[in-house]
Structures are given as structure tokens and as C-alpha cells.
């Protein structure tokens, strides 16, 4: 049940952003064997707000933000990395400067459908 979030720092035409959604979730698929039907994407347009990444840096053009429960190897994280930063820069047409992170909250912190379904209210 991976999350991924999309963030977007300049503009993009819609479709663009629909794109990258799809490469980030089927680049997640291929490196940790995971079925596309159970990853959940979203997109943060942020473009033309104000951000700051720091003394003297680059902002990034995408941050990809990606909750999953624990257990996927350092090579797995980097396959991912590796794949949507190629597939990104030909979505849009040019170099990406890319972000990745990968949080792996513990199991126990997450309640999935699959789990069980919502109690009844009392």
C-alpha cells in the first residue's frame, strides 16, 4: 500500500503532472515488485509559491515522497530513483532536478481497508 506524493515546484500542463504520477507509481512497481492497483498517488502543485531549500542551492523542480511499510533494500530505493529521475527528465522535456525520500513507517502505525472495516458507530 505505498503512498506517493508528488510535489511540483514550477508549472506543468495537467497532463504532465499525470504523466510523472504514473512513471513514480510504475517505476515504485518495477523496483520493489509491488501491484500498480494498490499504490496511491497524489500531485502538490506548488509552483509559484515561495519556498526555501536552503543557503545557496537549487530548489529542487520535483520532491517524490514516497510511505511504504519497512523492508525495501537501499538498491530497491535507488532503482527508483534512477528510473523516474530518466523517465521525469523525458516527460518534461529536459534534466530534473530530483528529491527522493522514503519514509517506512512501522506496520502497526497504519489501519488499511484490507485490515478490517471501519467499526460501526456507537
Not at 55 to 71: H, M, N, Q
Not at 73 to 85: G, N
Not at 110 to 116: E, G, K, N, T
Request: charged share 25%; aromatic share 8%; glycine share 4%.
Amino acid at each position: 500500500m505505498p503512498v506517493i506524493t508528488l510535489t511540483v515546484f514550477e508549472p506543468h500542463p495537467e497532463e504532465t503532472v499525470q504523466k510523472l504520477l504514473r512513471a513514480a507509481a510504475e517505476e515504485l512497481a518495477a523496483a520493489v515488485e509491488h501491484p500498480m492497483a494498490s499504490i496511491t498517488c497524489r500531485a502538490l502543485d506548488c509552483a509559484g509559491e515561495y519556498h526555501f531549500f536552503g543557503a545557496e542551492r537549487d530548489k529542487p523542480s520535483l520532491l517524490l515522497e514516497i510511505a511504504c511499510f519497512p523492508g525495501r533494500s537501499r538498491a530497491a530505493k535507488e532503482a527508483v530513483y534512477d528510473a523516474f529521475a530518466r523517465c521525469a527528465g523525458e516527460i518534461v522535456g529536459r534534466e530534473v532536478h530530483l528529491l527522493t525520500i522514503f519514509e517506512e513507517p512501522p506496520r502497526e502505525n497504519w489501519v488499511l481497508s484490507i485490515d478490517r472495516p471501519p467499526k460501526a458507530s456507537e
